[in-house]
């Protein structure tokens, strides 16, 4: 395709989509403040000293937007240019860096250069996302055409992450998991997606609901097999709409159930009911695959293969919960309600939660939270800033702020689809995918609905690394799509 | 550009997802912020203090159920930095009776990151340690006017008698390296430091409990949160029995008063420890309380080394108490038979050299080899088996088939008494001479005071005591321990387990009866006690610190053992001077609760005469 010359004149800020610019600045502002709040002593109060944290966010933020103003002035054509070889640059970063590194609270992920510490992890995202929509720019590359295709790009997601487990820091890691939204955008089966949030479902039904409360099998094991008799039944009436002995057979094995329940129940008669679902499950699965071999219909093999797979995870997650370690194992049991532990590792999300709480519908007002003062919790300016957020400015701040997120991110798949090159979507799907986690995470988190996996409120918590980074991400995306007129 | 309409709806899904995820979370804050004000209240009540509950630590008793060790209360001043408000220091100085000197100290060295790496101004911080009963009385009613302040009971050791301070060991502030090794402590804990305080540390210290209280904005307690519900009782550590006899301990030590060396007394058919003396000793009640660091560095700067548990710790030639060990190795390797004898020419004189030997009859077997302490007999023995070519191939095999038999018997290794600090004494292999004189160029002449226990071998007393124990028992011992039984819990099973050396039983008939006559007519007569047969072998180690160690190994009643005994008197001598008297009034006191009046002119003597120690050292 023929580039269309002078696209680097003053035009620049003609072009560029104003929206998401005012939905940053308005995040950035926001999150210096309750930085300030958040590190705010009642005792030794500064007006924004460059000793605190909020001081320090500002000198990031006047280098970030100069950072953001010098992509804006570069010609778009050099992130393409260059993508494969500033990728390859930070893999070798990323190895060198635990080697180099000082080691902070058990992590190397930060190299110190002078009086600032940079974490190279979060700008690992730019150049991943960049390599990964070169890529899908190659001529004729389509995801679904032959595997070797998911093997590159499987390959440019998993470099990253194997780097960054190596320096400690897992949820940085975790984040480029995000990208198999890009591949979905781009032709992955959407059954991987379907399979990861079953098996997430699955794992918490499981390890969540153990106690025996219907008809004698554990309420979570009940709720996953009749998810899944579902699922299989509708799956294969929408593969093949003639078959309808799966739906029938479960719906009678149900039914029997149902009768067992209401007739033997109040007598005290114990219930197969673990061996009705089982079989009702197992019958129809074998009908299936027979249909599935007799008609030559591959696809019939899909719910088949579900029904085995969420019953054998469903089985082994005990197993492979045991499996974790036990700091994970409290984590995950504290996320889920099971266990309180306001000592242990509940303790954070626990003083979160009250802190939020506290908030009410209006907050205590900017500067008077107590919870967030009295240092209750931990990681407060950093990974912990949303609840700073919750208490000072109460359910109207924190849904602002979800508004924002959610603003910024419908309005980036929105310029993704507008791009006429997979180069411009594919970067917009990596950079709308990494604010999806984020988002997901952080604020998850905080309200106690996500086990503790440390990772930055991109633009409100303390940082420079992950505040840079996401500036870099997000202008960079805004050059390109600045350009987007020339193509057509 | 070509476009996948078909791929283009997925931003739908997508976009869907996020949307759904918002919505969850908006449905999550709305109720936590609006919903339920469970958490407005608890934010209110402005959070908890969590009030550490210190359990009772195990007590310890003796065998016979008498309390040794018990706990007494103590009182540390606590503060909450953020919340103490400008105080009348005067007053506060003048009612727990420190200086403002010492007060402004206390603050400096608590605010002191290195010292006390926990600080911070939001949490309970140790600012004055173990107040008197007087003085926390006295505070305790002016408490109100230091807003900040609070009282921790704690609990400190205290002791009924003044003895088996090695045995007991004591407690000791968590260092630094203690709370990152194991979580359950926090800076100012207890732990044990020595002794059985600190090898049964698991069970002793129990579980410490907390109490969640609300507080105010003011920082005053408002009750409990959740009306207790999140409290933890502590529990309290196990009660330890000893397997000491702590009136036995006593009576030990004070024989010892005045000499350096050890005491050890083990019942033969349990491996149950009776006596377990290190002397120089000390009262173990120096360290406790606010004296303790004081009392410590006083005690680590005494040449005597009081803290150096010799017992166990201390390695020392064996001497001839080494000897029936070798009687037992050249029986079961049929170097000899009980009827062998051996010529003693004044000594073992062979090959240009010569290990001496006192006056007895010529030549003589096993058993008046015993008696008389014969080191040419011994020297002999070793020659014959060391060099037996035809039988082991080289020294160096034969060697090894010789130390192989004294490891089973426990020697060279520690036994694992269940007390820290064991030393494992020495004893050397083929390898071990192979370097030093080279490979095939030594034999047994080379390495020959090794027979007569002495040259590089060193063993404890424990080590001595136990071979006691297992002559005793014709052949087996159990690894001696000092804790005879824990509360609620079985022992641990390898302290009750026989362990059995490589020596036939039989042959310890022959060994013991050696050791009987030489009580009945030989090198420890002394150690004859009214209406008790007894059985002995003296010691008397030269070493390179002056004059001789005075050692001496010895069990009783002959035929039904109760009581197995090694003592080592440092620079004492002959065994007969120090080791058989304080050896056998040891075991008559255990034995017969009395000193029969024939001998109690020994005890006189014992308790009145002193080593002189002119040097630092072990």
Redesign the interface.
């Known amino acids: 395709?023929q580039l269309s010359a002078n696209n680097k004149s003053t035009s620049i800020f003609r072009e560029i989509d104003w929206t998401t610019v005012i939905i940053y600045l308005l995040m950035i502002l926001a999150g210096v403040a309750s930085i300030y709040a958040a590190s705010y002593d009642f005792d030794e109060a500064s007006m924004l000293s460059f000793d605190e944290f909020s001081g320090k966010q500002v000198r990031w933020i006047g280098l970030g937007l100069v950072i953001a103003f010098v992509v804006l002035m570069t010609d778009a054509r050099m992130f393409e240019t260059y993508a494969y070889p500033v990728y390859i640059i930070m893999l070798v970063l990323l190895l060198v860096t635990p080697f180099i590194a000082p080691d902070i609270k058990g992590s190397r992920s930060w190299l110190v250069i002078g009086s600032m510490s940079l974490q190279p992890a979060e700008f690992a995202k730019v150049t991943t996302a960049l390599a990964l929509a070169k890529l899908f720019n190659g001529y004729n590359f389509v995801l679904n055409a032959k595997m070797s295709n998911y093997a590159k790009a499987l390959a440019i997601i998993i470099l990253p992450i194997v780097l960054i487990l190596a320096q400690n820091e897992t949820g940085s890691a975790l984040v480029y998991m995000s990208l198999f939204?890009v591949l979905?955008?781009?032709?992955m089966t959407?059954l991987i997606l379907f399979a990861a949030l079953m098996s997430v479902v699955i794992f918490v039904l499981t390890v969540k609901f153990v106690d025996p409360g219907f008809l004698g099998i554990a309420t979570g094991e009940f709720a996953i097999l009749l998810i899944v008799m579902l699922i299989v039944v509708d799956m294969t009436y929408m593969y093949d709409k003639r078959l309808t002995l799966p739906r029938n057979l479960v719906l009678w094995f149900s039914g029997v159930l149902l009768v067992m329940w209401i007739v033997g129940g109040p007598c005290g008669v114990d219930l197969p009911a673990r061996a009705c679902l089982l079989s009702a499950l197992a019958i129809a699965s074998i009908y299936i695959a027979v249909a599935a071999i007799g008609r030559h219909r591959n696809k019939l093999f899909v719910p088949v293969i579900t029904a085995v797979l969420a019953v054998g995870l469903m089985f082994s997650v005990n197993v492979a919960f045991n499996q974790l370690q036990p700091h994970q194992q409290q984590r995950i049991r504290v996320v889920l309600g099971i266990e309180e532990d306001?000592?242990g590792a509940g303790y954070n999300v626990n003083?979160s939660?009250?802190?939020?709480?506290?908030?009410?519908?209006a907050g205590k007002g900017f500067l008077n939270g107590?919870?967030t003062k009295?240092?209750?919790v931990p990681e407060q300016h950093t990974d912990f800033i949303f609840c700073t957020i919750?208490?000072e400015e109460?359910?109207v701040g924190?849904?602002l702020v979800?508004?924002l997120?959610?603003a910024l991110?419908?309005r980036i798949?929105s310029i993704?689809?507008r791009q006429?090159?997979p180069f411009g979507r594919v970067y917009a799907?990596c950079v709308?995918s990494y604010l999806?986690f984020h988002?997901?995470i952080n604020?998850?988190m905080v309200?106690?609905?996500c086990p503790v996996i440390g990772i930055p409120l991109p633009f409100f918590s303390y940082g420079g690394s992950s505040l840079w980074g996401f500036t870099l991400l997000l202008f960079i995306l805004l050059r390109i799509d600045a350009t987007r007129k020339y193509?057509n | 550009m070509r476009k996948d309409y078909k791929l283009e709806k997925r931003k739908y899904v997508i976009g869907g997802f996020i949307v759904v995820i918002a919505l969850i979370y908006a449905i999550r804050l709305f109720d936590l912020q609006l919903n339920d004000d469970r958490y407005k209240k608890r934010a209110d009540s402005n959070a908890f203090l969590e009030k550490t509950i210190y359990p009772s630590r195990g007590l310890m008793y003796d065998r016979n159920g008498e309390l040794v060790v018990y706990n007494q209360p103590a009182y540390d001043v606590m503060i909450i930095p953020r919340d103490v408000q400008p105080f009348d220091t005067v007053d506060f100085c003048n009612t727990i009776h420190i200086t403002p000197e010492q007060l402004r100290r206390r603050f400096e060295d608590m605010r002191d990151k290195r010292l006390n790496p926990g600080y911070s101004t939001y949490t309970p911080q140790r600012l004055i340690t173990q107040l008197s009963t007087q003085d926390y009385g006295r505070l305790q009613e002016k408490l109100y006017r230091f807003p900040g302040f609070f009282i921790q009971k704690r609990i400190l050791r205290q002791y009924n008698y003044a003895a088996a301070a090695n045995v007991l060991g004591n407690l000791r502030e968590v260092s630094r390296a203690d709370i990152e090794a194991d979580p359950y402590y926090m800076a100012g804990d207890y732990t044990g430091d020595l002794g059985v305080e600190r090898s049964y540390e698991q069970y002793l210290r129990g579980v410490k409990g907390v109490e969640v209280l609300m507080r105010d904005a003011n920082g005053r307690i408002q009750g409990r949160y959740e009306g207790g519900a999140h409290d933890v009782e502590p529990i309290s550590g196990r009660d330890l029995t000893l397997s000491l006899d702590i009136r036995l301990q006593q009576y030990a030590e004070s024989l010892m008063v005045g000499k350096r060396g050890a005491v050890v007394a083990i019942e033969p058919s349990t491996g149950e420890i009776l006596c377990l003396v290190s002397s120089p000793s000390y009262d173990p009640r120096l360290l406790v309380g606010r004296k303790r660091g004081e009392n410590y560095r006083m005690l680590t700067e005494d040449p005597s080394l009081p803290l150096f548990d010799r017992a166990l710790g201390g390695a020392y030639p064996p001497g001839s108490t080494f000897k029936p060990s070798q009687g037992l190795i050249f029986l079961q390797e049929g170097i000899i038979n009980t009827s062998t004898t051996y010529p003693c020419t004044g000594g073992y004189v062979n090959g240009g050299l010569r290990v001496g030997c006192h006056a007895h009859g010529s030549p003589l077997p096993l058993k008046p080899a015993l008696q008389t302490s014969c080191n040419a007999f011994f020297c002999w023995g070793f020659k014959n088996m060391i060099d037996r070519r035809s039988k082991y191939g080289t020294p160096a095999q034969a060697f090894e088939i010789w130390k192989n038999h004294l490891v089973s018997m426990g020697y060279g290794y520690r036994l694992g008494v269940d007390l820290p600090h064991e030393s494992r004494g020495f004893l050397p292999n083929a390898k071990f001479y192979s370097k030093f004189y080279g490979e095939g160029r030594w034999s047994a002449n080379t390495v020959i005071s090794v027979a007569i226990g002495q040259g590089e071998i060193l063993a404890t007393p424990l080590q001595i005591a136990n071979l006691a124990a297992t002559i005793a028992n014709r052949g087996w011992f159990i690894t001696p321990h000092v804790v005879k039984a824990i509360q609620d819990t079985v022992m641990p099973a390898e302290l009750l387990e026989k362990r059995y050396p490589t020596i036939d039983a039989h042959w310890y008939d022959d060994v013991a009866e050696g050791m009987h006559m030489a009580v009945l007519g030989g090198t420890c007569r002394r150690a004859q006690i009214p209406g008790m047969e007894v059985a002995g072998k003296t010691g008397t180690a030269q070493n390179p610190h002056g004059k001789d160690h005075s050692a001496f190994m010895s069990f009783a009643p002959f035929d039904n053992p109760r009581i197995a005994v090694a003592v080592y008197v440092e620079n004492g001598g002959f065994g007969a001077v120090f080791g058989v008297p304080i050896g056998s009034l040891v075991m008559e006191k255990y034995l017969n609760d009395t000193i029969a009046p024939s001998r109690q002119y020994m005890e006189t003597q014992m308790l009145n005469t002193s080593v002189y120690y002119a040097t630092k050292r072990k």
């Open positions: 395709m939204f979905y955008r781009e032709g959407g306001l000592r003083q939660k009250i802190a939020i709480g506290s908030g009410g519908f107590t919870q009295l240092k209750y919750g208490e109460g359910f924190a849904m979800v508004g997120y959610l991110i419908l798949i993704a689809e006429p090159r799907y709308a999806i988002f997901c604020i998850g309200i106690g609905l193509y």
